[in-house]
C-alpha cells in the first residue's frame, strides 16, 4: 500500500488516526458484551409531536453491522492540506497551523432543494434541504417517514424541524437565529476550535462551516425557513469520517438550548432519541487515542 499518492498538483495523505480507531473499534467489538435481545426504540415521525414505540431486536449483529464502516475504510485515503483556521478560532489552533488539514470535499447539493423520500406508504417529494447518508455524522430534517425504512440506510439521522414561536413573524425568527448562530462560540462543549464561517446567508437560508481544532475537519450546517414560514429546516453533517464522536449533536443542542429560551420548540438529540448515534459515539471515544475526543 502506497501512504502517499500523487495525482497531478494534488497530494492525498492515508488518514493514519481512521486506521487506528478503526483497530480499537475492532478490538472493543471482539469483547463486546451483548445487550438484552429486545430494546425500545422510540420513532420519530415527520410532521407529529407524538411518538410511538416499537419493539427492535438489537443484537451483536446489528451492532456489527452499524460499526462495519468503521472496518471498510481502514485503507480509506482523504485530500490533505495546509492552512489557518478561521478567524474566531480558539488560540490554541495556531499550534496545529501548519498540520495536514482534512476538510474534504464540499458537497454539491445544499441549499432546498426537491427531495424525495420514502413516505409511510408511498415514495414522496417534498422541499427541504439534503437528507443524511446513514453514517452516524449526520442529522437532518428531511428523511423517511418511518424509523424502519430509515435504519435501512444505517443510523437513524432524523430530526423534527425547529419551530420558532407562533407569534413571531418567520422573518423576525429567522433574524434572531442568525444572530445567535453568529454568536456560537467556538470550543463550546470541547468541539468547533478551529472556528467557524457563515458561507452563505439570506433572511431565509443560512450556510455555515464549522472546523475542528486540530485536523481541521470541516461540518457543513445549513438552516432554511419552511415555505409557510412556520417552522425552520436544518441539517449538520460531517464531510469525513463515519463517526463524529457527538460532534454534530453537541452542536445543534447547544444552538437549540439558546433558541428555546426565546421561545422556539426543538427536541433535543438524546441517546433516547438517537440510540445508535450516540452508542457509536460513545464507542469511537472509548477507541481512540485522541485525548480532548475521549472527554466530549
Known amino acids: 500500500m502506497n501512504i502517499i499518492r500523487r495525482g497531478g498538483t494534488s497530494t492525498w495523505c ?58 471498510a475504510t ?25 498540520k495536514p488539514k482534512r476538510r474534504g470535499t464540499p458537497p ?7 427531495r424525495t423520500t420514502e413516505g409511510e406508504n408511498d415514495t414522496m417529494k417534498q422541499l427541504g434541504l439534503r437528507t443524511c447518508d446513514g453514517n452516524p455524522n449526520c442529522f437532518s430534517t428531511t428523511g423517511d417517514y418511518l424509523l424502519e425504512d ?22 423576525t425568527s429567522f433574524a434572531t437565529l442568525i444572530q445567535l448562530v453568529k454568536a456560537y462560540e467556538p470550543g463550546q462543549g470541547g468541539i468547533d476550535g478551529g472556528g467557524f464561517t457563515v458561507v452563505k446567508e439570506s433572511p431565509s437560508y443560512l450556510y455555515c462551516q464549522f472546523e475542528s481544532l486540530k485536523k481541521g475537519y470541516i461540518d457543513d450546517v445549513e438552516f432554511a425557513s419552511s415555505p409557510n414560514g412556520n417552522a425552520v429546516f436544518v441539517r449538520s453533517a460531517s464531510r469525513v469520517g463515519v463517526s463524529d464522536f457527538g ?3 453537541i452542536r445543534l ?16 438529540i438524546t441517546p433516547e432519541s438517537h440510540r445508535d448515534y450516540w452508542m457509536t459515539s460513545d464507542d469511537a471515544r472509548e477507541a481512540t487515542f485522541d485525548a480532548d475526543r475521549r472527554v466530549l
Open 253 to 268: 443542542n447547544s444552538l437549540a438550548k439558546g433558541l428555546r429560551k426565546r421561545g422556539w420548540v426543538i427536541d433535543e
Open 74 to 98: 481502514a485503507a480509506l485515503t482523504v485530500p490533505c492540506s495546509k492552512g489557518h483556521a478561521f478567524d474566531n478560532a480558539l488560540p490554541e489552533a495556531q499550534k496545529y497551523a501548519d
Open 247 to 249: 460532534v454534530n449533536a
Open 14 to 71: 492515508l488518514c493514519i488516526s481512521l486506521i487506528v480507531t478503526e483497530i480499537h473499534s475492532s478490538m472493543a467489538l471482539s469483547s463486546f458484551t451483548p445487550r438484552p435481545t429486545v430494546v425500545t426504540h422510540t420513532i420519530q415521525q415527520q410532521q407529529q409531536s407524538t411518538t410511538k414505540t416499537k419493539l427492535l431486536p438489537m443484537t451483536t449483529t446489528r451492532r456489527s453491522v452499524l460499526f462495519a464502516p468503521f472496518l
Open 150 to 171: 430509515r435504519v435501512q440506510r444505517g443510523v437513524d439521522s432524523y430530526i423534527n424541524p425547529w419551530k420558532p414561536p407562533a407569534d413571531e413573524s418567520s422573518s
Open 108 to 114: 454539491k447539493d445544499l441549499g432546498l432543494s426537491t
